[in-house]
Each structure stands twice: as structure tokens, then as C-alpha cells.
């Protein structure tokens, strides 16, 4: 078992196993423990989720998109959302804003943090942030990136990446002449989401373009879309032109996701709803140090404990008393006696089961 391991023996036991099949990554200067890595996802990857995913075998994580501007004007929540726990090996912190100057001098103060990597959020589609100019909006004119990329370069000493869209909408998909310029400025990598900025998070990601991209891509290419179920997950990464690949929203419902697709038809493993009920635990401890409230840490387990039960049985029950529980330690009674209830249950989620369509991941 890993020396000060997080879990129970037995749970660590098949964490240790699947994690010793991965295999370590190179993606320009940045190493990975392994080619599966944590989306950033707004309101949901802070610190303790990023650590927990990285106990769980991500083989790394990015922040939750996080305003220049509220750092440049030294917003106290926005600077919270920068702390990077001191147990987390291979995390960058994603920014996002317009303005080259602004964007340099916001990620000199997120480099104080010490993160292994700066990304710059050039794929949120959300209407408040491109309106803007920032987010999907810089995939407008590729003509303004070089001296953005500049700036933050010149800003920094830890490696620059970005995280874009196929293009704005159908009609105009740049991915790849975006690349190229971030080829010439000196990105390391880039994660590429595979819609464009009109489809939001409707329809399917277009994975015949993300494998072209990781073909014909002059920088290593990170595809992200759509890996919400292990099956999914396993069957692309046996065949993907990708260097890796990032799973957002899958984790959130199954927390096991970057270790199962290593499992092979002779294991004895599977994850047991007592298992989920000791991670929901774990990450309340890892929390507790950076809730602002009572109420806040309440309102982010609970999102998490409906989550994590989807595919058991009586979920919408569950979703109901929990939601109707206005204390924290009454929530994890209910929940314990919910999740123990199912014993042996196996869980059960659909490949193409469309969940959190409004965002993230």
C-alpha cells in the first residue's frame, strides 16, 4: 500500500494496482503521471477536487477558470481560487480575460502560487465571458494572439498552454491555424474541447477532428469531449492520434474514471458504493480548510453526493432528502445510511447518457 495513503487499505489496494499500469507522459517540457488528465471545470475544480482526482489517478488537473481582472484588482475570492495545495504534484492554474498586458501582469501573480503551468482559457462558451472578449472569443481573430502569447510568455517562467475549441462556429473552425501560432510563441501544449463555441455543450464532440488535429498538430494535443463512461475512455485511448486526453464531466459521477480503463477482463477489482461513500469523505477532509462557510462546503458535497450516486438504485430519492437537509453532518448520516444500503451494487451509467449539457467539461 502507497506509504500515508488517503483511503482504507482494501480501497487503496486497487487504486495501487490500476495506478502501476500507467504510463508517464512528456508533453513539451511537462511530465505526467499519466495520458488521462483533469478538465478544468468552473466552481469545481479547486484545490481539494484537483487532489482528490490526483489520489484517484488523474495524471494531472487544471484549475477552474479564474478572472485576470479579478486578480489584477486583488478580488479576495479570486485570489483564494489560486492556492494550490502543497500535496498536489502536476496542476496549472487556467486564467482567463482579454487585454495582453492585463493577462501578463494577472499571470505573474498566479505564478507566486506555484503552479507547475499557466493555461490560458480560450474555449469557455459561456455568455458573460465571451461577451467580453474573453474565453471562445479569442478564437475570433487569430491575428491578436501573438502578442497575447508574448506577453504572458515574457510574464512567466513556468510553460504557457492553452485550452481551445474546434473554432467559433461551424463555419469558421481555426483550431489549427490557432496551433500553429501557439506553435511560434512557445505554448508547450494545447487541450482542444471538440465543438465549437455555438454548441455550447449540445450535440457531440467532433472526434474525427481531434484525431486529425493530433495527426497533423504541430504542438502535442490534449482531446476532450464527451470520455464520460470507462468503456468510453478505453476504447479512445486505444486508438487516438492525441498525445492525451482530458475527462470533465465523467469523473464527477464516477470518481474511479482515470483508473478503470486500465482494468483488464482477469481483475478482480470493482468499486463498491462504500467506496464512493469514503471519497465523498475524503473529500470533505481535504475541504474543510478552504470552505468559506458551513454553507458553502454544504452546497458543494451535497452537488457532489448527487453526483456520485448517479446510476445506483433509489437516486431520486436520495436527490430528494438530500436536498432537504440543511446541515452537513445530517447530510453524511443520510448519506451513509444510502450508499451502505447498496452493498454490492454495481453502478450503472450509459455511454451517451448527456448530463450538465448547460456546462463544464
Not at 495506478?19 to 513539451?28: C, E, H, N, S, V
Not at 505526467?32 to 471545470?41: C, H, N, R, Y
Not at 432537504?324 to 444510502?338: A, G, V, Y
Amino acid at each position: 500500500m502507497t506509504k500515508n495513503a488517503p483511503f482504507s487499505p482494501e480501497l487503496q489496494k486497487k487504486i495501487d494496482v490500476l495506478k502501476a499500469r500507467r504510463t508517464p507522459i512528456q508533453m513539451g517540457s511537462l511530465s505526467f503521471d499519466s495520458p488521462l488528465l483533469l478538465a478544468p471545470m468552473s466552481s469545481i475544480c479547486t484545490a481539494p477536487f484537483r487532489l482528490l482526482m490526483e489520489d484517484l489517478g488523474a495524471g494531472g488537473t487544471v484549475s477552474e477558470l479564474i478572472s485576470i481582472h479579478g486578480i489584477n484588482y486583488k478580488n479576495v475570492r479570486t485570489v483564494d481560487m489560486l492556492k494550490v495545495d502543497p500535496r498536489e504534484k502536476n496542476m496549472g492554474l487556467q486564467l482567463f480575460g482579454e487585454g495582453a498586458e492585463a493577462f501578463a501582469e494577472a499571470a505573474k501573480v498566479a505564478e507566486e502560487f506555484n503552479p507547475k503551468f499557466i493555461d490560458i482559457n480560450m474555449g469557455c462558451p459561456v455568455k458573460k465571458v465571451v461577451g467580453t472578449g474573453a474565453g471562445s472569443s479569442l478564437l475570433k481573430d487569430p491575428s491578436a494572439l501573438p502578442p497575447l502569447f508574448s506577453a504572458v510568455k515574457k510574464a512567466i517562467k513556468v510553460p504557457l498552454t492553452i485550452k481551445i475549441r474546434l473554432g467559433w462556429d461551424h463555419d469558421s473552425i481555426n483550431a489549427l491555424e490557432v496551433i500553429h501560432i501557439a506553435k511560434e510563441e512557445g505554448i508547450e501544449f494545447v487541450a482542444v474541447h471538440g465543438r465549437t463555441r455555438a454548441q455550447q455543450y449540445t450535440g457531440n464532440a467532433n472526434w474525427d477532428h481531434l484525431e486529425f488535429l493530433g495527426e497533423k498538430a504541430p504542438l502535442d494535443i490534449i482531446g476532450n469531449g464527451d470520455l464520460h463512461t470507462a468503456t468510453l475512455v478505453k476504447n479512445r485511448m486505444k486508438t487516438t492520434k492525441c498525445q492525451a486526453l482530458m475527462l470533465g464531466r465523467g469523473p464527477l459521477r464516477n470518481p474511479f474514471l482515470f483508473l478503470e480503463p486500465y482494468m483488464t477482463e482477469a481483475d478482480d477489482i470493482f468499486f463498491t458504493p462504500q467506496d464512493h461513500l469514503e471519497v465523498i469523505n475524503k473529500l470533505i477532509e481535504y475541504s474543510v480548510p478552504y470552505a468559506h462557510s458551513d454553507h458553502t462546503l454544504l452546497v458543494s458535497i451535497r452537488k457532489h453526493l448527487i453526483w456520485m450516486a448517479a446510476g445506483y438504485n433509489n437516486v431520486s430519492y436520495f436527490r430528494d432528502v438530500i436536498f432537504k437537509t440543511p446541515d452537513l453532518k445530517d447530510t453524511m448520516k443520510i448519506s451513509e445510511d444510502f450508499f451502505l444500503s447498496l452493498k454490492d451494487q454495481r453502478k450503472r451509467l450509459q455511454d451517451h447518457d448527456s448530463f450538465m449539457t448547460s456546462g463544464h467539461g
